[in-house]
């Protein structure tokens, strides 16, 4: 059964660091692109970052480029996310899913989210 | 920057009904990489369709997409009770990577 379980989520002050972690379990984490997705408090989906199986391609969404950092260890099955400089705004539920290229690149499983909190 | 406008914003039905969720695209996206997403509350998001009118592992006959260009829907034929969620439409494009519609709210009438 493919699973994704998201964790480090928390408060944290503005201008504060937090890392995210997502492990991967029932299949081969190192043959899937994954992305991070957020989605903050009664608000709609908006997608963070994309990091490919291996590692070579990475993107970022603009509000967050130079102040998050995806990378991911396949022999862990794992994946982060290194979130800096933090403001309130970047208060959401944070989900990592994993993309089916044969699916178009959609996202066919999500984890349960993390929830992170900018606040002073 | 690709903009996906869905509608209406709240779509009040009654179970037994008939759904009929629309995405509009601000330019022409690729059906290849048109998706459908089914949110219920305190839920993570569940892959519906793929592909402007593909049906994922699982998902039941009554879920059906379609369109092409700027206009794609999400048709549910006959709702269930466990249909009344959030929808949202998503683009994946090589350049801009993912783009989400705003979602569109089922609730029971």
């Known amino acids: 059964e493919v699973q994704l379980v998201e964790s480090g989520g928390g408060l944290v002050q503005p201008g504060g660091s937090l890392r995210l972690s997502c492990a991967a379990s029932?299949?081969?984490?190192?043959?899937?692109?994954v992305n991070w997705v957020r989605q903050a408090p009664g608000k709609g989906l908006e997608w963070v970052s994309y990091?490919?199986?291996?590692?070579?391609?990475?993107f970022y969404a603009d509000s967050v480029k130079g102040r998050f950092t995806i990378s991911r260890d396949n022999a862990k099955s794992s994946l982060y996310l290194q979130m800096n400089s933090l403001r309130a705004e970047d208060t959401a539920v944070y989900y990592c899913?994993?993309?089916?290229?044969?699916?178009?690149?959609?996202?066919?499983?999500w984890g349960q989210g993390t929830l992170v909190t900018v606040s002073s | 920057e690709i903009v996906l406008t869905q509608s209406p914003g709240t779509l009040s039905l009654s179970p037994g009904e008939r759904a009929t969720l629309s995405c509009r695209a601000s330019?022409?996206?690729?059906?290849?990489?048109l998706a459908w997403y089914q949110q219920k509350p305190g839920q993570a998001p569940r892959l519906l369709i793929y592909?402007?009118?593909n049906r994922a592992t699982g998902i039941p006959d009554r879920f059906s997409g379609s369109g092409s260009g700027t206009d794609f829907t999400l048709t549910i034929s006959r709702l269930e009770p466990e249909d009344f969620a959030v929808y949202y439409c998503?683009?994946?494009?090589?350049?801009?990577?993912?783009?989400f519609g705003q979602g569109t709210k089922l609730e029971i009438k």
């Open positions: 899913a994993r993309l089916k290229s044969s699916y178009g690149y959609s996202m066919d499983y």
């Open positions: 029932g299949f081969t984490f190192s043959s899937y692109s």
């Open positions: 990091i490919s199986g291996s590692s070579n391609v990475i």
């Open positions: 330019q022409s996206v690729s059906s290849s990489f």
């Open positions: 592909g402007a009118s």
């Open positions: 998503q683009d994946y494009d090589s350049s801009r990577l993912y783009t």
